[in-house]
């Protein structure tokens, strides 16, 4: 009798659903062919899971507010403002079939998850766009309490999802109050089909010149906020059973966009808190969430998800994209704009790659051991790529403090002796020891730059916070005072634990003495910089696009610095037509002198159970300038004669190009100031040092070697 009445049920459910799509699906019908058309659910009709706090209160509709509980909107425009709380369970927004290919949403709202877990997904078809324009400063944040349940959020479809900033608005995925719940946001990964083409793709912007929304943002001097606060977390995900990808496709399965185009002075930044995380890689999920939500080129419909279907310990190997470009919003805009990265994450955690050899990845059947899938900070992993685009670039700054591994994870205690000190608001480099995975990849586009500075004394402190746009307000953001500087070879801004790759747009020409292009550039800073004061490659401030040094003096006449800083290479990076500028000013390099002589570039652990060899920095058609005096430790520098190994982890379109291995023209190019200053003495280059080769206990020498 319980089973006819269960049929009986169901039997009911279905016609009712079936009615209630009725119209829908003939409004689809006459849009579509009938061999496309495919039934869907019209998700505003389904009923949505109530809150404790949400049965009283009537559902919402195209408004959601503190006075009624969010419902599912498929293809109608929405407005939400104010407080308001999730219901738990699943709610969506759809971008399906609008007759403009657009939907929008205002918001400016604090959305707060229910108690027990609340998911908002933001689901867009192919050749359809979901326009969320961010009015005021707006929250997303897990319930309330100790304890608290986090909030899910999902971006998915081969459509468009787009975050619009107006003037002076910001965006928070955080935590709620500090010991809530927090927010963890996922763009679903999906790599393009014959059906399903367009990649994927999530984007923060400047609010874009369309109707109905304003332009007053487009020539701007006031800052947009992009915050991952406490608990958080913003990153990738994919189907567990998705095909791994052995090379990096032409764009990417799944790419979160940053725009910070702008013909005024305001900039965009991306805030990383203590224990919050963007993460450049994939984790799965347990559901099928390839194809489209809607729509009519490959439709999968997802009811509902929750957290518990997604294994951040389970790596999925997909081409992951994080991307600074330059689209330009207005006609007038002089310079491409740039993305400012703040880390203040000082919470160390485990990586796949297992640097430290503790997590048994190596042995491991599936190369993840005991890894548990939560890293803080910014990290790029395997099959990750930043991609930051023709005319623009990333100024990455280090909030954080150097600690001892061990002092985090009680079984490194043995080998306090054996490795060296970590900054946890470096950009990480991680990887995974599983074979045919792709290494983390950066690529530089034509005029483009990866800028580096420490923003903290070395108690951890910001001494001179950033300061509101415009950027010349005499702050001096980000200096610190030097007597206060990070001892040694400084604070790490750069960790590369698993291997990297680096692609660039510099042309070598073996005819001349220093026939080479310079278009794409990494560069430590050290002396206090303004942005927009110059050209990519100028030494003296002018009128351009990119940061050049201020030069702008202490009372005592010693110029404005930022905190010592460098690289720890643990691994290998490998530079492809791409410039390293060296210009630091910060650390002391003695003629002769290897004892007192301070590096910017240093090798890792060299820990025997990783069998890996010495760490190394290659230069492939790449150019070093040595514009001051320059130390290395405890790692290798290699021109290698053949680069055909690397060109497998490539596109098409990048391998004839970087495949023509016997002509690798790479120079290290040496700067003097004249005779009248230094008799044309020239730089110092040191190859192993002390400072910078020892481990935690500031005395056991790892290794001080480095060779050519």
Known sequence: MRNIKRSVRICIAVLSILCAENNLYAKFEKKHSPQ???????????????????????????????????????????????????????????????????????????????????????EAAQEQTILIVVTSDTVFQGSPGSGGSDLLLVFRGHGNIIFAFEDGANLSFTQNGSRGGGTKAFLIMDCPTDFCAHV???????????????????????????????????????????????????????????????????????????????????????????????????????????????????????????????????????????????????????????????????????????????????????????????????????????????????VLKPLHDQIKERNPAALIIDGSNAPDTVPATIILGNQSGLFFRSGVDRFGNIENPLSPSPYYAPSHQFTIDFDNRTHGAGSYVLSVEGPLNVFGADVQDSGALQGVDNNSKIEIFSLEVNENSGGLFDCCPREGCYPNRSYAQEIDGDFYRYNRAAFLVNNSMNLFNVTLDHT?????????????????????????????????????NSTLLVQTDIAFTGLDLAAPNTAQKYSYYLPDYYYNYYSDCPNNISRFIFYQNGIQCDQGFGRNMILGTFIGSTACDHCTVINKKCTT
């Open 200 to 410: 994927p793709t999530l984007t923060f912007e400047r609010s874009r010149l369309v109707p109905a929304i304003s332009a007053s943002n487009c020539d701007s001097d006031t800052d947009v906020t992009i915050t991952i606060g406490a608990n958080s977390l913003l990153s990738y995900a994919a189907w567990e059973s998705a095909e791994p990808r052995k090379q990096l496709t032409d764009n990417g399965c799944g790419v979160i966009q940053f725009n910070p185009n702008n013909a005024g002075t305001g900039r965009m930044i991306l805030d990383i808190k203590d224990t919050g995380a963007f993460v450049v890689a994939g984790c799965a999920v347990d559901v099928n969430v390839s194809g489209d939500p809607c729509g009519a080129h490959c439709p999968r419909p997802v009811s509902s998800l929750s957290l518990s279907d997604f294994d951040l310990a389970t790596p999925v190997f997909l081409d992951a994209r994080a991307q600074v470009t330059s689209v330009p919003a207005c006609s007038d805009t002089r310079c491409g704009g740039y993305l400012l990265v703040l880390n203040e994450n000082k919470t160390l955690t485990n990586l796949l790659v297992d640097p430290w050899c503790n997590l048994n990845t190596r042995t491991d059947q599936n190369f993840v051991g005991s890894f548990d899938g939560i890293r803080y900070g910014f990290v790029i992993g395997a099959n990750g790529v930043l991609d930051i685009a023709d005319g623009t670039y990333l100024d990455y700054v280090e909030l954080g403090k150097m600690i001892c591994p061990d002092s985090v994870f009680s």
């Open 584 to 620: 630091d000013e910060n650390h002391r390099v003695f003629h002769n002198n290897d004892l007192k002589s301070e590096p910017t570039y240093v090798g890792g652990d060299n820990l025997a159970c990783r069998n890996l060899p010495t760490p190394t920095l290659s230069f492939i």
């Open 36 to 122: 496309l058309a495919h039934p869907q659910e019209n998700l505003s009709q389904l009923p949505v899971a109530q809150g404790d706090d949400q049965t009283k209160l009537p559902p919402c509709g195209t408004t959601w507010n503190n006075s009624c509980t969010p419902t599912s909107i498929t293809d109608s425009n929405l407005t939400i403002s104010g407080s308001v709380t999730l219901p738990a369970g699943s709610t969506h927004i759809q971008a399906c079939n609008s007759s403009t290919g657009t939907i929008a949403v205002w918001l400016g709202a604090t959305v707060t998850g229910a108690a027990g877990g609340s998911t908002l997904l933001f």
